[in-house]
């Protein structure tokens, strides 16, 4: 069984945008806030905990700004949670040492030698800040854009057609089950903006529904209602969103039940998945309405493309700087501390029941 991967949240046109606050509120779990500054072992620190699990205990988070890295692993048995707590995605203790504690890589740094570098390291982190600063303006160019799209498909959607077909597919897939209350739907970050371009993780043991929709519009309504007809039969649901767009829109589902995954093709995403199941959306919209609106929507479609890419290279600008800014505190952390924190937490989280 291999363990679900996703993002902690992802870029947006007000800036990082993420669920992951309410997995935190979630007091089943024990949380432990990571704090410290970039290159202090934080991922890393993730890494070796879960290197230390069974796939299937766990679920792994990657970071939107380098996807290489780890910004959150939750221990579904264990019920234990180790998050990256800085920024862009701040987290601080709700319930201090009953649900959530701080755990600060902080003291196992030189502050001496990062205090003779303050000119260098404020120079580097305003870099950074303008590249993401671009990257949201590039955004919310790309989410106008998407949204003159999407209310051309608002406009020639047939709603009961598709409604039809949704309330078809899940009879056909999702049999009522007896006795069992309202499933929980939950948020699971799927695709995120990274420098590497827009990314999703597709679960690997999971049949691929393939909704390829190029007005955005329809695929919304059928994963909402879907996503709400699984869970009063019973069946719990991880949703992701799209977060490039002004409005949360829905743009997958997982059913874990079931083993199924409902991905959205898009103009923004450019997915592309092999898959016996493709659902082409063209279907339920009025074929007159979109050949009145085609040259527009093919405007839209290379807009798109071209804010999306040079986001992307914002990203990419924004890495250099923050790789920059980790030698600086790579050479002020003592990483056999680090270690030590390691070995500490992987043996408390093991002893647990």
């Known amino acids: ?15 990082f945008r993420t669920h992951f606050g309410e997995t935190i509120a979630d007091t089943g779990y024990y949380t432990y806030i990571i704090k ?98 671009s990257c949201r303006r590039f955004i919310t160019a790309l989410a106008a854009v998407t949204e003159d799209t999407c209310q051309v498909g608002r406009t020639a959607l047939n709603e009961e057609k598709l409604d039809g077909f949704t309330e078809r597919l899940a009879a056909k897939l999702m049999p009522r089950k007896k006795g069992a209350g309202e499933g929980k739907i939950e948020f699971r970050q799927l695709s995120a903006l990274t420098p590497k371009g827009y990314l999703t993780n597709v679960p690997e043991d999971y049949a691929v529904y393939l909704l390829c929709d190029n007005c955005f519009a329809g695929s919304d309504i059928f994963l909402r209602r879907f996503a709400d007809i699984a869970s009063s039969r019973g069946y719990g649901v991880s949703v992701s969103v799209c977060t490039l767009r002004n409005e949360e829109s829905f743009e997958h589902i997982l059913i874990p039940e079931l083993k199924t995954a409902f991905l959205t093709a898009s103009p923004l995403n450019a997915l592309s998945v092999e898959t016996k199941q493709p659902i082409n959306f063209r279907r339920f919209y009025d074929k007159g309405t979109l050949i009145a609106k085609k040259a527009r929507l093919k405007f839209n479609e290379a807009a798109l493309k071209n804010l999306r890419d040079e986001a992307v290279k914002s990203l990419v600008n924004a890495k250099a700087e923050h790789d920059r800014l980790e030698e600086y505190y790579i050479e002020a952390v003592d990483f056999d501390s680090v270690q030590r924190i390691q070995y500490d937490m992987i043996s408390k989280i093991k002893g647990m029941g």
């Open 1 to 15: 069984m291999n363990c679900l991967k996703c993002f902690l949240g992802g870029s947006s046109p007000k800036g």
């Open 36 to 133: 410290g500054g970039p290159g202090t072992g934080k991922s890393t620190l993730m890494k070796r905990l879960a290197e230390a699990f069974p796939d299937d205990e766990k679920e792994l988070y990657q970071c939107s700004s380098d996807p290489d890295s780890l910004d959150a692993v939750v221990f579904k048995e264990k019920r234990v949670i180790f998050v990256d707590g800085t920024a862009p995605h701040v987290f601080d203790p709700e319930y201090p040492g009953a649900a959530q504690q701080i755990l600060d890589l902080g003291v196992c740094w030189d502050a001496s030698f990062l205090k003779e570098n303050k000119e260098e390291i404020i120079s580097v982190t305003s870099e950074y800040l303008r590249h993401h600063a």
